[in-house]
């Protein structure tokens, strides 16, 4: 199993930014890829950014430019850096991974964009 654990949600104002961060531990050595979705109320889970074991990188195009996500291999943590938030980023992060055949997902993180 891997057990994942999230911090860095919160209160910020648009134009501004935040830093999620998700640590895995547990059997970290089988993880193939990490990231974090979003849920926004009212709407579906939606993939945010993805990065593999090979540092592959991925973002979902409302992020693009935006946001950036990268991995500390040796705390087993990625990191979600977002800037110039817009209030359309709104909604509960979920950091995830998977692993041994199947997805494993942290507890979620609320962030919310606002004056």
């Known amino acids: 199993q891997v057990q994942l654990v999230e911090s860095g949600g919160g209160l910020v104002q648009p134009g501004g930014s935040l830093r999620l961060s998700c640590a895995a531990s547990g059997r970290t050595l089988s993880i193939y890829s990490m990231g974090w979705y979003r849920q926004a109320p009212g709407k579906q889970r939606e993939l945010v950014a993805g990065?593999?074991?090979?540092?592959?990188?991925s973002y979902t195009n409302s992020v693009k430019g935006r946001f950036t996500l990268s991995r500390d291999n040796a705390k087993n943590t990625v990191y979600l850096q977002m800037n110039s938030m817009k209030p359309e980023d709104t909604a509960v992060y979920y950091c995830?991974?998977?692993?041994?055949?199947?997805?494993?997902w942290g507890q979620g993180t609320q962030v919310t964009v606002s004056s």
């Open positions: 990065i593999t074991r090979g540092e592959s990188t």
């Open positions: 995830y991974c998977k692993a041994l055949g199947t997805d494993f």
